[in-house]
Nanobody, 118 residues
């Protein structure tokens, strides 16, 4: 059983929107800081956004005002609404679960490709 499964990636034009989803199973979802990382070709993996157990959120400067992370503890799912997409948002996006902000992710999803191109 795969703990985290992403969906919703694809090809979108600059300025467009996409919504990613990550469904979890087999973990105590409500106890984890859930987040999204991304990795572009030739670049290091970076944290995009995360959501704590009480719903507090944190964003990378490059996505503030454009991306919104949300979580549904009842559905054990997190989402990443991405608006005003730019070509430099192109990357593989990974869903993660970690026990606290200081910890490395305990779980990673398989990743979903987001390509922003005209």
């Amino acid at each position: 059983q795969v703990p985290l499964v992403e969906s919703g990636g694809g090809l979108v034009q600059p300025g467009g929107s996409l919504k990613l989803s990550c469904a979890s199973s087999g973990i105590s979802f409500s106890f984890y800081v859930m987040g999204w990382y991304r990795q572009a070709p030739g670049k290091q993996r970076q944290l995009v956004a995360d959501s704590t157990t009480d719903g507090s959120t944190n964003y990378a400067d490059s996505v503030k005002g454009r991306f919104t992370i949300s979580r549904d503890n009842a559905k054990k799912t997190i989402y990443l609404q991405m608006n005003s997409l730019r070509p430099d948002d192109t990357a593989v996006y990974y869903c993660t679960a970690r026990l606290n902000y200081a910890a490395s992710p305990s779980y990673w999803g398989q990743g979903t490709q987001v390509t922003v191109s005209s």
